[in-house]
């Protein structure tokens, strides 16, 4: 098997397991979490440094899941990684277990942030950088942030942080599905055109499909996006990606699959050419 075909099968695997978490869980958030499952398997998948034998590597890239309500797929990657069994995945919501609704950082490895509260991730995320920069690590520092959660103003604080201090070794990515908790991003707040705000905010950027793995694998071999700068891509994506009753649809922010609903998303998935 390709590397590519890799890719999109372990995609497959990801949406999977949190369509399994949130329905026996009772959970919600699914929508955010399966628009964003080919970024975390391209990432995961070999642009980031990191080895889950050796989780506390101080060379290793980090990652930070700025919108931390959806974190049903990262957990799932790292189990899928080898961070922990997957038979963890089962205590996810579980009062008192290690993997609750919203990242948390606990005793199972490749966790680096407890996020929730929107808007904290980046900033986090900047001292990290910057931290790194200064001691000549090679590490990078990589931020999925939710386009809704732009709206924050810490992230643009951030933002111009970033640039002052050159931290070309920061990568953050938009996950632009255009739904958030009450609306769409236009009816809510609107960041258009956000890659142009980006920019006047002298950061590199790049606006690339976020649920094209081979766009993805292609977008991110060419890290830095601009010498010097920290690099933002704008990734262009579907809430509810792989089934087709939830894409699209704001009610997938909050509902839980059904038992027939997730019958229907599984085999919709497993089928999926791509």
């Not at 890719?7 to 695997?13: D, E, F, G, S, V």
């Not at 948390?104 to 900047?126: D, R």
């Not at 520092?141 to 942080?161: K, P």
């Not at 006047?200 to 976020?210: A, L, P, R, Y």
Request: hydrophobic share 40%; net charge neutral.
């Amino acid at each position: 098997m390709d590397k590519i075909s890799e890719l999109k099968q372990l995609a497959k695997r990801i949406r999977i397991s949190a369509l399994k978490m949130v329905h026996h869980a009772k959970g919600s958030h699914l929508g955010g979490a399966l628009s964003m499952a080919d970024i975390l398997a391209v990432l995961y998948g070999g642009v980031m440094r990191v080895d889950p034998a050796n989780p506390e590597d101080p060379e290793r890239d980090r990652f930070i899941l700025s919108k931390g309500h959806t974190c049903s797929t990262l957990y799932a990657v790292l189990a899928e990684k080898g961070y922990f069994k997957k038979e963890a995945l089962e205590s996810y919501c579980v009062d008192g277990a290690p993997l609750p609704g919203h990242i948390t950082k606990s005793e199972l490895p490749g966790i680096e942030l407890s996020t929730g509260s929107l808007g904290h991730g980046l900033p986090v995320a900047c001292g990290m950088a910057l931290a790194l920069k200064r001691r000549g690590s090679r590490g990078r520092v990589f931020v999925i942030l939710g386009d809704g959660e732009c709206d924050e103003g810490s992230n643009w604080e951030a933002f111009l942080f970033a640039q002052q201090h050159a931290l070309d070794n920061l990568v953050v990515i938009v996950d632009k599905n255009e739904i958030q908790s009450l609306g769409t991003t236009k009816e809510v707040m609107n960041l258009d055109p956000l890659d142009k705000k980006l920019e006047t905010f002298n950061w590199g950027v790049k606006t690339v499909d976020g649920n094209d793995i081979p766009a993805l694998v292609e977008a991110f071999s060419l890290l830095p996006i601009s010498a010097g700068r920290p690099s933002a891509f704008v990734a262009k994506t579907v809430k509810g990606k792989g089934a087709s009753f939830m894409e699209n649809q704001l009610l997938w922010h909050y509902k839980t699959p059904t038992k027939d609903e997730l019958a229907r998303a599984i085999a919709e998935i497993e089928g999926a050419a791509r």
